[in-house]
């Protein structure tokens, strides 16, 4: 059974439509790229999924729950997480702290047993498990930094480690290429397949045409806002509707 | 740390000088450190609220709510002072978490004027109905606290000093829990969503939920600042909870600093005891505060708590040595709406 | 029925100045993105001024109140460039600002004003004109009407049919791109800026003779000036103009018939539900028209 299913989803903006009955469907375990030429609405379909846009119309489901309309936190208890464009992070705090918040929902307690100290056992939990993300993302030598002091590549690295906190199913990243050289972008290729390898299923909008032929299984393409194609990459590679969406559009 | 060690005994220092105080003054001052101590409480509170980034406007209305919440139990209700200044408090928690549901869907400059609105509006109400809040007048006579000790009789809480030594405990208390708050996972939570609240959500965190926990505690203490405020002063009017008392709290709590814990107690402290020296000048005290804003604004971004920072920075400068090497001395300056929790 | 059309011809009276004070409001927070918290007090000032060299000093009643608007619309020039300017990447700080200015100008106008915190200006038009039998407007509120309409329209002609009134509103718009299409945005600030304060010190000074002038008559008006910027939509000029029709309509007939204070508070909680409802205002979200 497929993890993560669209099913015919259309999303309007007052009068403008920026998704057109979209489907498509991912298995557990998969990469998943989803490309398409600027305006195309990957960004929205990813909104959509993620929970920070309602779909006007059609279903979003998640291990056969149907999740569209659901909000953004409630979908991370779920199993489904995001990771922003950019570098999202909470700059101004600890890489250790930004990865204890996002073990926020394993770390839950109430205000009388925080101010008591009886979530001591979850608070060392938590601990525990930030400290694994740390040593899995490659971050433990930089815990004491601030965020905003760190190099970009170990902020995507701390952005994505901040989201496997969560202990998500599924983690849905946003352009997590953007503005890396090939160096960075090998070295963020090698992780996201790790974070794969550990049972995480990966759905991503991506603009470098390299990295996402090279770690995806399989390709989405968007075009105002309808499936253009979808296959292996080689398929979307000479599929000649995609060459002339890229093409023409440019 | 050097700082952590000296925390334990510095504090017992200023227990002990809390404690020993109110002998060396005069009655008008005892009353004094009286009112201070009740807006120690409300600037540390509002603190609390500012830590997850949104700047109330309803804070000093709240602490109002608690004041006629509390005085018109003792009064009209025959509740007992002691049960009537926690049952006062939950009245303002209690209407900080009806607003929540309003304030709480905007934010920014929305979330500000919203929170005025409503502030102002419970203010005319206290105004409007002179049943049951007196009117403009307000509420007189209010009760104080009756205790009977064993061999020592009652114990006269209408005066300063044992008044004075009742709100010392419950304002530490307090403060105590305050601080515990903000540094748990809770306060950790509040910081993210000050910080990035889009990415706070999508590792679960219910932002909505965390802003209005802030708002509905520091409302809690708001309250019980009012209710032992009205109880020693015997009065509760919508005069005392204005727009202008709003204003010097939020000139105390930005004067004080923003990103430090004590930042708020050391600008009410500084700026309160500089207004006891020149009572005299009564009058120019807007002014005089008008202007200890503005450039507190220009000079200070970290408030008075980050001035020895800035200065050892200074120094450092002077010195040669690259500020950012010595890595404490690197105060980077924060602005305005960025509390960090320490 | 006379009492009806009475409070009618009244209510659009307020209705003038509940828009001279929101539309200065929206202006500054449109360019500025700052909520000006002295606005009220800048409407004192020009209250004070008119009292000054009106009751005071004697002069015509048209020439204190022009010049109550210049010096007002001077302060506000200095607003921006001394308190403003410098926050413009901390629009909270300018909110901040502008409160520390309200405590100075308060405590100027009680020093100034003398002790006697209380003014009155007497009236410069006596008399009144009868419009129907038992329908009349005073001299003095038809005056401060037809001035306060009169600005209104040459701002609403400046914002529309000139080219900086284009610029400005492309500011509103789009600050950034209205920096790289080369629109001086110091400039813009000013302009903007000496436009709000100076129709605030104009509302201030037309009140004047029909009102008590004391150090804290702005804090009633700022709370008008939210209601009817908020209901408006926050950056909306028309929308301004608008929602302060409305509200003077509501505001004056809920006084009329039942009571002054329950009037401010249900525009409060009419305020309060326009922001949980529809944040953008009744009309749009941007300075438009």
């Not at chain 2, 000050?194 to 509905?216: C, I, K, M, N, Q």
């Not at chain 2, 309250?223 to 709290?249: I, K, R, S």
Request: net charge positive; with cysteine; proline share 4%.
């Amino acid at each position: 059974m497929a993890l993560l299913e669209v099913r015919n989803v259309t999303k309007q903006f007052g009068g403008l439509t920026a998704l057109n009955d979209v489907s498509f469907a991912v298995k557990p375990g998969e990469i998943r790229g989803l490309i398409g030429p600027n305006g195309a609405g990957k960004s929205t379909m990813f909104k959509t999924i993620a929970g920070f846009y309602t779909p006007t119309r059609g279903d979003i489901l998640f291990s056969g729950t149907n999740i569209a309309g659901s909000t953004a936190y409630a979908n991370a208890a779920r199993g489904v997480v995001r990771t922003f464009q950019e570098t999202t992070l909470f700059q101004e705090m600890s890489v250790f702290e930004n990865v204890l918040v996002g073990c926020h929902l394993r770390a839950r307690s109430g205000v009388f047993s925080a101010l008591l100290g009886m979530d001591r056992d979850k608070r060392r939990e938590a601990e525990t498990r930030t400290a694994e993300v740390l040593e899995f993302m490659g971050l433990a030598g930089r815990r004491d930094q601030l965020a905003k002091e760190l190099p970009l590549g170990s902020q995507r690295a701390l952005a994505i480690a901040v989201a496997l906190a969560a202990t998500p199913k599924l983690l849905l990243m946003d352009e997590p290429f953007a503005g890396m050289n090939p160096e960075e972008t090998e070295h963020m290729m090698g992780l996201t397949r790790k974070v794969r390898s550990s049972g995480v299923t990966i759905v991503l909008v991506e603009h470098d045409m390299r990295a996402v032929m090279g770690l995806c299984e399989y390709i989405t393409v968007l075009n105002f806002g309808s499936v253009l194609a979808q296959g292996t990459p080689a398929e979307v590679r000479n599929n000649d509707r995609v060459i002339e969406a890229y093409l023409g559009g440019a | 740390m050097k700082a952590a060690k000296l925390a334990i005994p510095s504090l017992v220092a200023l227990a002990v000088f809390m404690v020993a105080l109110p002998f060396g003054l005069k009655l008008h001052q005892q009353d004094f450190m009286i009112s201070l101590l009740v807006w120690v409480l409300v600037v540390s509170s509002y603190r609390l609220m500012a830590l997850t980034g949104e700047y109330s406007l309803v804070h000093v209305v709240l602490m109002g709510a608690g004041a006629y919440g509390s005085a018109l139990l003792a009064k009209l209700a025959g509740f007992s002072v002691w049960l009537a200044m926690p049952c006062g408090a939950l009245v303002a928690a209690g209407i900080a978490a009806l607003l929540s549901f309003p304030l709480f869907r905007m934010s920014g400059f929305y979330f500000l004027i919203g929170s005025f609105a409503a502030g102002e509006a419970i203010r005319l109400s206290w105004t409007y109905f002179t049943v049951p809040f007196g009117g403009p007048k307000g509420i007189k006579l209010i009760p104080s606290p009756e205790l009977t000790l064993p061999g020592l009789g009652p114990i006269p809480f209408f005066e300063p000093i044992p008044y004075y030594y009742l709100t010392l405990i419950i304002v530490g208390i307090s403060l105590f829990i305050l601080y515990r708050l903000e540094n748990s996972r809770i306060g950790l939570i509040m910081n993210a969503i000050h910080w990035r609240a889009p990415l706070a959500e999508s590792v679960g965190v219910d932002t909505w939920r965390y802003r209005a926990l802030a708002f509905v505690i520091a409302s809690f203490f708001a309250g019980l600042a009012g209710a032992l405020f009205c109880h020693y002063y015997g009065t509760a009017n919508p005069a005392q909870f204005d727009v202008a008392a709003m204003v010097y709290v939020l000139i105390w709590v930005i004067v004080g600093g923003v990103s430090r814990f004590a930042g708020p107690i050391v600008g009410v402290v500084v700026l309160s005891v500089l207004n006891e020296l020149f009572r005299e000048a009564e009058q120019w005290r807007p002014l005089i505060y008008g202007c200890i804003l503005i450039a507190a604004m220009f000079y200070l971004p970290d408030g008075l708590v980050g001035l020895p920072g800035r200065i050892r920075a200074w120094l450092d400068g002077r010195r040669g040595v690259a500020a950012a090497e010595t890595g404490e001395a690197a105060e980077e300056p924060a602005d305005l709406a960025s509390p960090r929790r320490r | 029925m006379e009492i009806i059309l009475q409070t009618c011809v009244n209510a659009l009276v307020a209705s003038a100045f509940f828009a001279l004070m929101a539309v200065g409001l929206v202006l500054i927070f449109g360019v500025m993105g700052i909520i000006n918290f002295a606005h009220g007090e800048l409407y004192m000032v020009g209250a004070y001024l008119v009292w000054y060299f009106y009751a005071s000093l004697r002069w015509p009643f048209l020439v204190a109140v022009l010049a109550a608007f210049l010096i007002v619309t001077v302060i506000g020039l200095l607003m921006e460039r001394t308190l403003f300017r410098p926050m413009r990447d901390n629009p909270l700080g300018g909110l901040i600002n502008s409160i520390g200015l309200l405590f100075i100008l308060q405590v100027l106008a009680v020093q100034v004003g003398g002790v006697g915190l209380m003014k009155n200006v007497p009236p410069a038009y006596r008399g009144s004109l009868e419009l129907l039998p038992g329908v009349a407007i005073g001299n003095q509120r038809l005056v401060a009407l037809v001035i306060a309409a009169a600005l209104l329209v040459c701002i609403w002609y400046f914002l529309t049919r000139t080219k900086v009134g284009w610029a400005l509103r492309a500011v509103a718009q789009d600050r950034d791109a209205a920096a790289l299409q080369g629109i001086n945005i110091d400039r813009i600030s000013m302009l903007a800026m000496g436009l709000g304060a100076g129709m605030a010190g104009m509302a201030g000074a037309l009140i004047a003779p029909l009102t008590r002038v004391e150090p804290y008559m702005g804090h009633g008006v700022i709370i008008t000036a939210f209601i009817v910027t908020i209901v408006g939509g926050i950056g909306s000029l028309s929308g301004a103009v608008l929602a302060a029709v409305l509200y003077a309509f509501f505001h004056t007939f809920v006084t009329t018939y039942w009571n002054g204070t329950i009037a401010t508070m249900l525009g409060l909680l009419i305020m309060l539900v326009v922001l949980i409802v529809k944040p953008t205002g009744i009309m749009g979200t941007r300075v438009s028209e």
